[in-house]
């Protein structure tokens, strides 16, 4: 397995903790976004991933793209740990909170989404930081009353093993105070947090401890 | 069930066409995201989708969020006929599809999110349409790359049945030529799409043949 990311991307970080909690080790090979107008841009990585975003995984020549996928191919191959439950409802329940984070939080504040706010449309560093906080406030507002209102809460989102909602929490909470969001305002989803943070498949992940993490 | 959406919107067209292929007819509510700031917004929405969107799918008293995974609900629970090959590698590769679409392309031109850029940020409509169709031509071509240079082509997107790509397909490219882009320039998309329309469950689920469709 050859594993293509970016110490800062929170997608790149779930598949990390996902690898942490399933025991693998991927190979890894930096992505940088930033220099030279981004790596990920390039032809070079194109090639392997045609939206030009990162995380991308190759396994056996075939190359799996976008986070969601990556998981969902992670649990259906390499079963144990289980991140999904078996309960098609509570599937169901897991993977709305998980894309309420992946598609409707994190894509609108994606660095590229970012850099066209500052580029064509002109928009000063601080209308930028308030657009992030803004899209982060009200998705992690959802996320805390979707986490509050399930008859499934454990010691994680979804029960008392670490899944795919958790993986997905971690890296926006981690996203959103980068940003200036106070995150102490969802008292559940902080909860959750800790619960995630004493263990060292979500504290491998983090963004400062990998090879390509900058200051 | 029940099922909670809006004419326009792409993630419930999404819906409609994959109840179609599978033969269901949930009860219909519609929730009127223009009116009187939004139906979506109000306290009595938000009480059946914290988050404030559609769809929303109620079945047996349980709240079913967020399009993809109400769609990997309804192929877990109404297998005939599938939406998802059986092949991980192969389920992977639809997943990403989808998500290029309902991940990086339609929430970032969501409404929620043009009434952002036009409000706050003070945007003209002009900037708005070019922000739609920026984003509309990024993530388009990055589904025509994926799409051809797939092992699994056929009739459509992955194979010789209609699936999870093609049903987030079609109501992206709509969504892309009401804003003005031209997506003939992706001669693969536009292939798979007359494949579809030549479904009923493709052309009965289109925003103008729906109770609450206006001009």
């Given amino acids: 397995m050859l594993f293509h990311g970016y110490f800062r991307s929170s997608a790149a970080w779930r598949c990390r903790i996902a690898f942490g909690l399933k025991g693998l080790s991927p190979d890894f090979v930096p992505v940088h976004l930033r220099r030279d107008g981004g790596e990920q841009t390039k032809p070079a990585y194109r090639t392997i991933n045609p939206q030009g975003l990162v995380p991308s995984l190759t396994v056996d ?18 079963p144990q740990p289980r991140l999904l439950p078996d309960d098609p409802f ?32 002109a928009q000063p560093q601080e209308a930028v930081d308030t657009w992030v906080r803004h899209w982060c406030q009200d998705g992690l507002a959802a996320c805390e009353a979707l986490a509050v209102r ?11 093993a670490p899944g795919l909602a958790d993986i ?23 909860e959750i947090e800790a619960a995630c943070n004493a263990l060292p498949a979500f504290t491998e992940a983090r963004p400062d401890r990998q090879p390509d993490a900058e200051a």
Same sequence: chains 1, 2.
Avoid: M
Wanted: proline content about 5%; glycine content about 8%.
């Fill in 61 to 78: 020549g075939q190359v799996l793209t976008q986070s969601l996928a990556i998981l969902e191919w992670l649990d259906e191959t390499h």
């Fill in 90 to 121: 509570a599937r169901a329940e897991v993977r709305a909170f998980a894309l309420t984070i992946a598609a409707d939080i994190h894509p609108v504040n994606n660095l590229r989404i970012l850099t066209y706010l500052k580029g064509p449309l």
């Fill in 150 to 160: 399930s008859a499934r809460r454990g010691r994680f989102t979804f029960g008392e």
């Fill in 168 to 190: 997905c929490l971690i890296p926006q909470l981690g996203g959103a105070r980068r940003f200036g969001l106070d995150t102490t305002q969802f008292p559940r989803l902080t």
